[in-house]
């Protein structure tokens, strides 16, 4: 960039103005300037090295005219939906607009023909793409660990998560009275102990709990990518409730979800008992 010209950058969503300081002391007093509309905005006097700061929206405020954020010599500019940047004197650090496109948060590419359903099914892989994030970030080590509070181990909650996915699968949904193969085989442990607690499981690898519960996946999308509305929102009776297949993904959204945050906090005290800076 020409020192001292404006260059029109096209923006969409939020952006940020980056500073990297290469000397040790902080960098002068910031203000943010709103050309005409009332008085400007101080920041704080100082910044760390290395410091980011979130530039004002270009909704900030009224929405209309040029807003200036100024670090030592150097200008920000947002006029309405452009950004320019202004390189208007020397200085002792260098600026970049970074622009950081608005996320999209909404439920996409699930295949099911009846729309009802797919959103459901996209809600709960979803949920496992973020159980298998949580699960990238743990140890051999971690699985059999058994915590100071006698929590249950992540390879027992691992196992939990699997096994109650089927159960609500084969007993609520389809109203089996046993898990049908290769269900049976992959889950041989009962639910819990006769004390309540969940079922102790040791010895299984990373890779063999990650592959139940992949497998068990697959088994639950079969059943419901053939499953029609009228099906999908068909109550069943049973003993103590009534409860459709719909309910259903939405309970096991729910389960993952708190046993992914169960496994997150035994991780983290297993890096805290063993020295390992936590993550």
Sequence with gaps: MVEGSLTPQPFKGR???????????????LAHENAGEGEPTLFP?????????????????????VRACIINARRLIVLKNEVKLAIIGHT???????RTPLREQKIVDHAHPVAEIGVWLWALEDARRRTNEEIAQLSEAMIDWQPPHCDSTIGSVLYHVALIEADWLYDEVLGLDAYPEPASSLLPHPHRTKQGLLTP????????????LAKIRELLLETFNEMSLAEFLRPRELERYIVT???????LCQHEAEHRSQIG?????FERAHGIETS
């Design 15 to 29: 952006f940020e103005l980056v500073v990297v300081w290469h000397i040790p002391s902080p960098p002068s007093p």
């Design 45 to 65: 006097k100082e910044l760390s090295k290395n410091h980011t700061m979130k530039s004002p929206s270009p909704a900030h405020g009224r929405g209309v005219g």
């Design 92 to 98: 002792s650090g260098d600026s970049y607009l970074r």
């Design 201 to 212: 499981v040791f010895g299984e690898t990373i890779a063999h709990h990650s592959a139940r």
């Design 245 to 251: 297949p719909e309910w259903v993904l939405h309970h």
């Design 265 to 269: 906090g035994l991780r983290i005290a």
